[in-house]
Structures are given as C-alpha cells and as structure tokens.
C-alpha cells in the first residue's frame, strides 16, 4: 500500500516563496492570459528550475503524475509573465 499525504494549496500574482521547506508538487492551476507566458517554479529561491511552463491563452490544470516533483528546498515562484496567478498544489 501506498504512502497517503494531504494536499495543500497556495496561490500568487507574482514572484516569491510560495511554499517553504521540504514538499512535493503535485499540480499546478492557471488562468487564461492574453498570449504565450511562463511559469518557473523553483526549488527555492536561487534554486534549480522544478517546473518551467510555457502557456497559452487558455486556462490550464497540470497535475503531475507519480508522486509529483520533489522539492528539497521549498517552492520559489521565480518567473511569472503574461499570466497573472497561479495557484499550486502541493504535499
């Protein structure tokens, strides 16, 4: 049997810490954006790229398969252009 974890949530307009210490990225939620942009999240501030999405003009949700992308450091919204949020899940 599996390992169960809760989820969580957070959201932001703009670069910063959205989440601090050790954590698992599970999925990532957009709205639409009036052209091509780019998410990248990172692990950390400074931190290897996690995730870098680039994105249209629809609203997308990402989740990530397995277990999600392992963060050791924390999750650091380090671009955000044309898009402005996104909400991330995270456990």
């Known amino acids: 049997m599996s390992m169960q974890t809760d989820v969580k949530s ?14 698992r990225l599970k999925g990532v939620i ?6 091509a942009g780019v998410i990248e999240l990172l692990d950390g501030a400074g931190g290897a790229v996690l995730l870098h999405l ?18 050791l450091n924390g999750i650091y919204l ?6 402005t949020a996104v909400t991330i899940i995270y456990g």
């Open 30 to 35: 957009y709205p639409n954006a009036a052209g």
């Open 10 to 23: 957070t959201y932001a307009t703009g670069t910063g810490a959205m989440v601090t210490g050790r954590t």
């Open 54 to 71: 680039v994105t249209g003009t629809l609203a997308q949700s990402i989740v990530l398969p397995g277990e999600g992308i392992l963060a």
């Open 78 to 83: 380090g671009t955000l252009t044309t898009v």
